[in-house]
T-cell receptor, first 111, second 111 residues
Framework: NAGVTQTPKFRVLKTGQSMTLLCAQD?????MYWYRQDPGMGLRLIHY???????AKGEVPDGYNVSRLKKQNFLLGLESAAPSQTSVYFC??????????FGPGTRLTVL | EDKVVQSPLSLVVHEGDTVTLNCSYE??????LLWYKQEKKAPTFLFML????IEKKSGRLSSILDKKELFSILNITATQTGDSAVYLC???????????FGTGTRLQVFP
């Protein structure tokens, strides 16, 4: 089992560019989450999904969109990247809310 | 607004020392508190606590929850350099599908 994987691992964007981060899990989890982690800020929830075809906003959703077309995949999109979105992005999945399994992270820099 | 506060933000100790990390919370409809360890990449699950006064233990790590005073502590005895990490506390509430994370405590253990 690969667990939770994230693509890409690193990315540098220019302001205004768009991109999509892919999260995949092979554990048949219903719940999937996207977090961002900034120095001194801990993990902040961007969007989450409680099942295929569902999404919901988290704590910091502005500037991001998500889709969960397949149970195993959860996509995070940035339509027009801004320097404030420079961060490390983590995806997580779980059977229930607790004991979330995290991916290795994507380090995004927006210039 | 629900919040989770961890202290100290940072801790530097020598191998063999014992450390105590604190997590206090203010959430409505508290259900459980979780501890995660984050080394270089993804956070990994350590403990889940739901009942007050019952210690969870795993090797040199132990944790206890006080639901009356709304806090938890994570103890690490006989610290080793491999314990160096960021320790994250998260809280789950009933009727929500997400965790609220604290900012973490960065522990550095030197030989």
């Amino acid at each position: 089992n690969a667990g939770v994987t994230q693509t890409p691992k690193f990315r540098v964007l220019k302001t205004g560019q768009s991109m999509t981060l892919l999260c995949a899990q092979d554990m048949n989890h219903e719940y999937m989450y996207w977090y961002r982690q900034d120095p001194g800020m801990g993990l902040r929830l961007i969007h989450y999904s409680v099942g295929e075809g569902t999404t919901a906003k988290g704590e910091v959703p502005d500037g991001y969109n998500v889709s969960r077309l397949k149970k195993q995949n959860f996509l995070l999109g940035l339509e027009s990247a801004a320097p404030s979105q420079t961060s490390v992005y983590f995806c997580a999945s779980s059977y229930s809310i607790i004991e979330q399994f995290f991916g290795p992270g994507t380090r995004l820099t927006v210039l | 607004e629900d919040k989770v506060v961890q202290s100290p933000l940072s801790l530097v100790v020598h191998e063999g020392d014992t450390v105590t990390l604190n997590c206090s919370y203010e959430v409505t409809n508290f259900r459980s508190l979780l501890w995660y360890k984050q080394e270089k990449k993804a956070p990994t699950f350590l403990f889940m606590l739901t009942s007050s006064g019952i210690e969870k233990k795993s090797g040199r790590l132990s944790s206890i929850l006080d639901k009356k005073e709304l806090f938890s502590i994570l103890n690490i005895t006989a610290t080793q350099t491999g314990d160096s990490a960021v320790y994250l506390c998260a809280v789950e509430s009933y009727n929500t599908d997400k965790l609220i994370f604290g900012t973490g405590t960065r522990l550095q253990v030197f030989p």
